[in-house]
């Protein structure tokens, strides 16, 4: 074991993992999602033994199907999706827990069907369970579910007490914010706010956890951490991938709603918040919410704060690859953006006058997502060269994924005779100190669900506020159609209006 990992300090973090006796239902349960991510995030917590003991799957969805039928699907999930290559006997240990509740999601009956198949477990187990409801459907259905749990009495077993029943909800939370207030309005009238975990997937990815360490963890970085030093903050969460077979899905949603009113706003939440009281999720969560209040409303149009764009044909990876408006399912006449790029103001004490600049697109030049904090420049005159200074500003950046780690520039002499820098990069790697057996995001969020720990979901007003400061832009966007669209060649770092928003600031996105 590294010498890292048996450090006191460390064994002082960590949380106690135990879950109580839990059933978790997967809603959607031969669905996309749970075969890629949540059987196998399951089968890899029962691997590490971070499974209680009394563990029971139960898949429900309208497709008829016999518990037998449903082990054999997960089963395959596991083989073919799994970090792990599937050991039969930890299978087993699953397996023989798993069964199947066929049943329409606005079917009374068949909720009071599923109540007496979890009954049935309790009785059989001689004591309580805590039941957790996974809600991985389509967002349609997402309100006859709640309402169903909360007429047939699932949701409120247990009340009062730790091991009570949990429901677990998958993004799209709502398209804009009228349809969030009136999900959550659903959700108020079923389940308590501490019943509830909204996921947003990159909040389990380990670096994004590791930026409230490297923030609070180390005494360095607080002090610098303001408008004092740092002159902006740049945010990219770029794709490499196409929309692929998800066009449907995709025409319906684009990237603002898709990627930046969730995954983005939630690093800028966690790289702008203010220290939190402690490491409880209300105090994390009510410090995200303030600093997403203080977000100033865009100004939308023409030389505004908000560039969008759609992919081109054009080359990933070697390849040509076809453009948005060619893709399988998409209108050739489509308004949908593939790309956004923002810059906030955040109107606080700690950030005024510091841009933050965030960017997500489909079909760019690589897969990486990264934080990345530029400070102020250094005063040249000591390193003034020909009468010209070009100290490097410092850069701190996380890097997000792949490749996970965190990196700082720094300005360096070059050896020799006479006193010239260079800016040199200083690297530490996640997977060259701790190995690269990283859990997946979606096991840390079905263990914390299970353990009832919401430090990493999303609150139900941290939804709504961050889709406060969207909503504005998708209707002005729906009220212009095509107008102010731009398009950038596949395999490329975006449009030329995503450059002209850093250029006002005499600024350019850093290449990743
Ligand atoms: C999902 C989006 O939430 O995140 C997808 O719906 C996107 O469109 C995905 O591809 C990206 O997640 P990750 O973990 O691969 O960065």
Same mark, same amino acid.
């Given at each position: ?249 995709? #025409?319906?949603?684009? +990237? =603002? $709603?898709?990627? @930046?009113? *969730?995954?983005?706003? !939630?690093? /800028? ?67 949908? #953006?593939?790309?956004? +790029? =923002? $810059?906030?103001? @955040?109107? *606080?004490?700690?950030? !005024?006058? /510091? ?73 530490? $790697? ?83």
């Amino acid at each position: 074991m590294a010498e890292t990992q048996r450090h006191p300090f460390l064994h002082g973090l960590s949380k106690h993992r135990g879950a109580p006796p839990t059933v978790v239902v997967i809603f959607g349960a031969s669905g996309d999602l749970t075969a890629r991510k949540l059987i196998p995030a399951i089968y890899n917590l029962s691997h590490d033994n971070l499974l209680p003991a009394d563990f029971f799957l139960v898949g429900y969805g309208r497709k008829p199907m016999s518990d037998d039928e449903f082990r054999t699907l997960a089963r395959e999930a596991v083989g073919e999706f799994s970090r792990r290559e599937l050991n039969p006997g930890v299978w087993e240990r699953v397996a023989r827990h798993t069964s199947y509740v066929a049943g329409g999601y606005d079917e009374a009956p068949a909720f009071e069907r599923l109540a007496r198949h979890i009954d049935a477990i309790e009785a059989g187990l001689g004591r309580d369970v805590q039941r957790l409801f996974y809600i991985s459907t389509p967002p349609s259905v997402f309100a006859p579910i709640i309402e169903n749990l909360g007429a047939s009495g699932l949701a409120a077993k247990h009340l009062g007490l730790p091991h009570h029943s949990k429901v677990v909800i998958e993004k799209p939370f709502g398209r804009d914010l009228d349809s969030a207030r009136r999900l959550n309005d659903t959700i108020r009238g079923v389940f308590q706010e501490e019943q509830v975990f909204r996921i947003d997937h990159y909040l389990g990815k380990e670096t994004v956890q590791d930026l409230l360490v490297q923030r609070f963890a180390n005494s360095i970085f607080e002090p610098l951490w303001n408008r004092n030093f740092i002159a902006s903050v740049q945010i990219t969460v770029a794709e490499e991938q196409g929309v692929g077979s998800r066009g449907g899905y995709y #025409e319906q949603s684009g +990237a =603002l $709603r898709d990627m @930046i009113q *969730n995954h983005t706003m !939630q690093l /800028v939440a966690l790289t702008a918040m203010e220290p939190p009281v402690s490491l409880e999720a209300e105090a994390i969560r009510d410090e995200k919410v303030k600093l997403l209040r203080a977000i100033q409303p865009l100004t939308i149009g023409p030389h505004g704060d908000v560039a969008r764009a759609q992919y081109g044909p054009g080359l990933t990876g070697g390849k040509p690859v076809p453009g948005y408006l060619e893709e399988e399912g998409i209108d050739a006449q489509s308004a949908t #953006e593939t790309y956004v +790029a =923002l $810059r906030l103001s @955040i109107n *606080n004490w700690r950030w !005024q006058g /510091v841009p933050f600049y965030v960017r997500s697109g489909k079909r760019l030049a690589r897969r990486v997502s990264e934080i990345a904090i530029n400070f102020r420049r250094p005063p040249g005159t000591l390193f003034a060269q020909g009468g010209r200074f070009d100290l490097a500003a410092n850069t701190l950046s996380f890097q997000i994924q792949p490749d996970e780690g965190l990196s700082l520039i720094l300005n360096t002499k070059i050896p020799g005779l006479e006193t010239r820098t260079q800016p040199v990069k200083m690297s530490f $790697r996640y997977a060259t100190t701790f190995g690269s057996n990283t859990p997946e995001a979606y096991e840390r969020l079905v263990l914390d669900a299970m353990v009832g720990d919401g430090t990493l979901f999303i609150r139900g007003d941290e939804a709504e506020t961050s889709w406060k400061l969207c909503t504005p832009v998708l209707d002005y966007w729906r009220s212009v159609g095509r107008e102010g669209m731009e398009s950038y060649p596949a395999g490329s770092w975006g449009p030329a209006g995503a450059e002209a928003l850093l250029s006002a600031g005499g600024q350019v996105w850093r290449q990743p």
